[in-house]
Nanobody, 126 residues
Framework: QVDLVESGGGLVQSGGSLRLSCTAS????????IGWFRQAPDGEREAVAC????????KISDSARGRFAISRDIGKNVVYLEMRNPKPEDTGIYYC???????????????????WGQGSQVTVLS
């Protein structure tokens, strides 16, 4: 069974830090690109960051650049999203996602993914 499970969400003070984990099963994060997305209560799902299989290339959205970082541990089959200096507007449900098949370069758009986790709530307190 192929699955993605997010963990590490919760409450964080503005200006603090938080690390989210995306644990994969049934697929390898070394051969499948992984993206992180977030969705505010009344908003659309938007891309935050992604990591490609090729040379571990990463892409960061404009809103997250300089504050968030994405990385992976192939041995543990986990992709991380490090949130530094989060702001209240970063509040939302964070999802990790992947695309099944031989795709190497990740994309920052939801329609580039066909496997999604259940999400993890992140609330940034001002």
């Amino acid at each position: 069974q192929v699955d993605l499970v997010e963990s590490g969400g919760g409450l964080v003070q503005s200006g603090g830090s938080l690390r989210l984990s995306c644990t994969a099963s049934g697929l390898s994060v070394g051969t499948h690109y992984i993206g992180w997305f977030r969705q505010a209560p009344d908003g659309e799902r938007e891309a935050v960051a992604c990591i490609s299989t090729s040379n571990s290339g990463v892409k960061i959205s404009d809103s997250a650049r300089g504050r968030f970082a994405i990385s992976r541990d192939i041995g543990k089959n986990v992709v991380y999203l490090e949130m530094r200096n989060p702001k209240p507007e970063d509040t939302g449900i964070y999802y990790c996602a992947s695309r099944l098949g031989p795709y190497r370069e990740c994309v920052l758009r939801p329609n580039g993914y066909d496997l999604w986790g259940q999400g993890s709530q992140v609330t940034v307190l001002s």
